[in-house]
Each structure stands twice: as C-alpha cells, then as structure tokens.
C-alpha cells in the first residue's frame, strides 16, 4: 500500500477539510503531516459547520484511525478544545486519535514569542494566527524544543521550565507586556488530556498500518504557496507544506506516496501578508469575498480574493507532483459575467511564466478571460450536465497543468461534490 497525500495549491483554505471527509470512506487513516493549530478545515454535513485545527478531518467516519503525525506542533490548550467539543457531539475520540511522540508541543512562551515579534515588526508583520507556529518551529530547529513523548517522562517540569525561562529571556528583549498565569494552568491540563490518548512511535506504526494493507491518507494543512521553502518567503508559514512534507512528516519513504491530490479553489485567495498578484481591490474582488463567504475559519479575518493564477497553480502542480486536481467552490463564480485567469506576469516590462523568485515586487498579471456560465451549477452532479463555459474552464486548467481535474466541488455539503 501507499499513503495518498491532500494537499492546498493556494494559500491555504482551498477546502482540504470537505475533501478530506468526502475522500475517508476509502482510506482507514487519515494523518497530518505538518502545522497545527493555524489550520482551520471546515467540515459541512448534515446542515452543521465543524472546523478542526490539529485533530485530522477524518475523525467524523466511523472505523478511521486519525493519527497526528511527528511534524505536526501541538498545542495541548487547543488540542483539548476540540476534543471537549468532539466529545459534546458524541465522537469516541480517545478509540479514534493516535499522537506520534515525535511531535513538538507548543507552549505558552511559544504563543507570547510568536505576538511580540509579530508586533515588533510593524507594518511588515506576517500576519501570523499568532498560534505560536513560527516559535515552536525555531525551538525544534534549533533543538531546543520539547516534544509529545516527553511528557512520559520523569525529568518533563525540568525541562519545561529550562525552555520557559530560555523564552522568558528572549522576551524580555521586546516592548510586550504579558501574562501567561491563566494560560499556562489550562495547560498543565491538556496536557492530563494528552495523556489519555495512545501515544504511538509514528513512523513505526505508519509503516506497520502499511505493510498490513491499511489505506493511508495524509491531510495536509496551509498551502503550497505558504510553504517554508517555496512559499512566498517570508509571507509563509514555518513547515513543509508540499508533498515532500508528508515523507519528513510521517516517516514514510519518497516511494511510498501515491496518488497526490492536489486541491485548488476556482479562484484565489489569501488571508495575512504577502503577495498576492491577482489580488482583486474592486467590487468584483468585494463580490468573490463575500459569495465565497471569504473570512477565516480559525481568527475570522476577512481573506483576500482574486482571480485563478495559473503560473502559481503550475508551480504547485510541479512542486508537488500532483497526479489529480480537485477544484473547489467552483459555485462561487456562478454569477460573474466574465472570469479571468493568470497567464502570465509582466514583470519589468518582461513576460514571465515561471513562479519568480521575487514576488514582492509590481507583478502585472496578463489574463486570458473566460465567458461565465451565468446560472447556478450546485446541484449539478454529473460532469456532462455541467454548463459548456464551465467545461471549457475546467478543461483550460486541465490542458495547462497537464493533470486532470477528477473531483469538482460545488458546495460546501459533502453531498455538493462530482467525481469524474
Ligand atoms: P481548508 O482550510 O482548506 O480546509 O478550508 P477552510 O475550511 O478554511 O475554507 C474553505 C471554506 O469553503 C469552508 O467554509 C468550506 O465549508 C467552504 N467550501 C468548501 N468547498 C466549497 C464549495 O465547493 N463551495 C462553496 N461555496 N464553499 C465551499
Ligand atoms: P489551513 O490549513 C490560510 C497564514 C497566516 C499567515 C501565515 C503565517 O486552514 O489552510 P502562522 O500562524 O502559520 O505563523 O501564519 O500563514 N496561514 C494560513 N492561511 N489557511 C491556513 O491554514 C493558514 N495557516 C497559516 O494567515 O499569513
Ligand atoms: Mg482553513
């Protein structure tokens, strides 16, 4: 068997929640590989929303294995959140949940560290979920962190205290007053809450779930475009995003990944700093935000929107090697009389079809337009049904990338979804 990776080709927030739960009936694992709780994977069914942050989307199927892999960074306060309210929906999440010891736990000075330097910076802020991601990813760098697995052990308040009072130090150097008091007891409780979970040597039972015949799914969370290495530095998040990200982040090897899926939205977003080419600040980008009901699952900030950028979504496609695309909240261009895609950049005078380097500087992007289908494609559930103007959109992506687009999404319901 091989383990199947999910995976954003934006900025995040492609919809990797819905089709992670629309793909898990196939699979009897699902793993995150990398982040936490910046994550936000809104789940639709049954008319209610369910957004998880560290927990993986295949936790509302029964029999799946939900493990939390070694890459990912786990923050015990939010971890026990959304096992607090799993358990108020009835979710026998202790039978459902594996955390790899391997994983590097956040701690309270991780969060302070994260909003003092975010602060510090100004006007050039990144625009963080100031979760602590940035912080608790320097201190496993630079290998000072601690991890899941040290909680079993006797020396863990020693070690505890020698990182807090390491990151009390470094606070000390900025202008940021805090108080970690009421923060720092709910967590000595979630971390009582991780210990009623089996905590797992994960590279071992990953490959021990694959050798015995176990279908694997590995849920990844951001976007390609946020990756640490070939996101759009330093507007990034500080993991591997990409697919590479899934072997380092589970412990599986380059040649035990199959099918890579590759979600985009029919459109762009994103949510925090950074560039953004085919960013929209008219009333057609206003009209994207808010039929896409464009604002943040996790901190509720409004998310940036533009058209569809097809040099960005060949770079993911090739960064990844992505084998199937899935296109996402396609619904929402139902109304727009003409839809434009990114070909090109013009960039000093130059035409550019390559994702640059430099993507801070004025990037003009050169748009081929589309004719919209003007009417409403939601309950269209055969490929053939779907409008010609729709069609001719998907099969430009699909002539460009080079990869076809096997599952299109037209709503946020699990039912609101065709596979080709
Ligand atoms: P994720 O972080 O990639 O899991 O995505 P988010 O959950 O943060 O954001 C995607 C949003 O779009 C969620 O509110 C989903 O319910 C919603 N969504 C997903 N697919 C569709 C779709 O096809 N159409 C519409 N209108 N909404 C969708
Ligand atoms: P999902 O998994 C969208 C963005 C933040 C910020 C940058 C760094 O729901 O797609 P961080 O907290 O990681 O230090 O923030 O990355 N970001 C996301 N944007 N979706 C996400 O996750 C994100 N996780 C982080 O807005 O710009
Ligand atoms: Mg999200």
Redesign the pocket.
Known sequence: MKVDVVL?LQW???????VVDVLTPDYQVIARFQGGPN????L?FADK?HVLRSIPSGIFRDNAINIIGNGVVLDPVMFSQEIAELEKLGVDVTAKIRIAKKAHLILPTHRMLDAASEAAKGKAKIGSTLKGIGPTYMDKTGRNGLRVGDILSPSFMERYERLKQKHTAMLAQFDFAYDIAEYEAQWFEGIETLRRFTIIEGEHEVNRLLGNGQAILAEGAQGSLLDIDYGTYPFVTSSNTVCAGACIGLGVAPNKIGEVFGIFKAYCTRVGSGPFPTELFDQTGQDLQRI??EFG?VTGRERRCGWLDMVALKYSTMINGVTQLIM?????LNTFPTIKVAVAYEIGGKRVTEFPYETNEEITPVYKEFEGWNCDINSVRRYEDFPRQFKEYVEFIEKETGVPVKII????DRE?TIVR
């Not at 994550?39 to 809104?42: E, F, N």
């Not at 996402?328 to 929402?332: A, E, L, N, P, W």
């Not at 999404?409 to 946020?412: A, E, L, N, Q, R």
């Open positions: 954003g995040g927030d492609e919809g990797k929640g819905k994550a936000g994977h809104s639709h929303v896409g009901h699952a996402m909240k396609s619904d929402v999404s037209v709503g946020p609101e």
